[in-house]
């Protein structure tokens, strides 16, 4: 069985898949996963949708130099 991160998936950008997710959306999903997988895998959680904002966040601003 192939791993799903391994599947050819579409073209979604990080900057485009990361604003389709709201603030409020994200906490409820690292509370969800806090309850269900524990604190560590919540924090890999984290670390993941700030490593994907700051991206954003960078690919942003040299769009815009």
């Not at 906490?27 to 670390?47: F, I, P, S």
Request: proline residues 2%; aromatic residues 2%; neutral net charge.
């Amino acid at each position: 069985m192939t791993h799903p991160t391994r599947i050819e998936t579409g073209s979604l950008a990080v900057i485009d898949a990361i604003s389709r997710i709201s603030d409020q959306e994200k906490t409820e999903m690292c509370l969800a996963v806090n309850m269900v997988k524990g604190q560590a895998t919540a924090n890999r959680l984290l670390d993941l949708f700030g490593a994907a904002r700051k991206q954003a966040r960078e690919a942003q601003t040299s769009s815009n130099e």
